[in-house]
């Protein structure tokens, strides 16, 4: 490895790139040994040319990311996997909340947070899950979900939802996004939890918060 001399600038991804960007090129890139063209590979594919490249460009990188331990790889890919916005990337993203791995889990949470307009239909999708687990994370997604529809969802969802921890989930969100449009669905969710103490003071503080 050539040494930095003092006050030298250290090369770039794009000075150390050794493969070119066609899309075999990207696709061995992504193989590559190094993180730095692991990286670039990931932030050039979200430059899909078309249908049949974004599938396979999120093929690849859904396959990779799972065995990719370079953080800033794996940030990069989710982010491409997001812009690409491909039902087979945002469907891939969302079985990623089915792994074992909680740092996965949590960054592909903050993945789909930061694009309400590209992953919104997923989480429809999600809330709607027969798992459990993955309508709370779902839920965990909307806590900063910048979309107009998330309080709208969150009463849809504790309006017929049967498990007492995913309706706690979303009442702790509707507690710090919800308005007063929330309040019938949160007196009606009290009377369905009579003997579910954190989630009838869970709902308190929710009303108390949403008043007039």
Known sequence: ?????????????????????????LLRALDDSTPSARRCSARDMANAENDAQRALFAAALLARLRSEHEVSVREVMLTTLVRLGDIAALSGLADCLRSDDTTLRNEVIEAMREAP???????????????????????????????????????????????????ASAVDVLCLTGSTASRPALLALRQRFPEEPFLQFAIDLALKRTAD
């Open 117 to 167: 307009a590209e992953t919104a239909p997923i989480i429809l999708e999600l809330l709607g899950d027969a798992e459990p687990s993955l309508r709370v994370f779902a839920v965990n997604i909307l806590e900063s979900f910048r979309h107009p529809d998330v309080e709208h969802w969150l009463i849809d969802l504790i309006s017929h939802e049967a498990n007492v921890n995913v309706c």
């Open 1 to 25: 490895m050539p040494l930095i001399k003092p006050g030298q600038t250290p090369p770039s991804d794009e000075e150390k790139r050794r493969w070119p960007r066609d899309a075999d090129g």
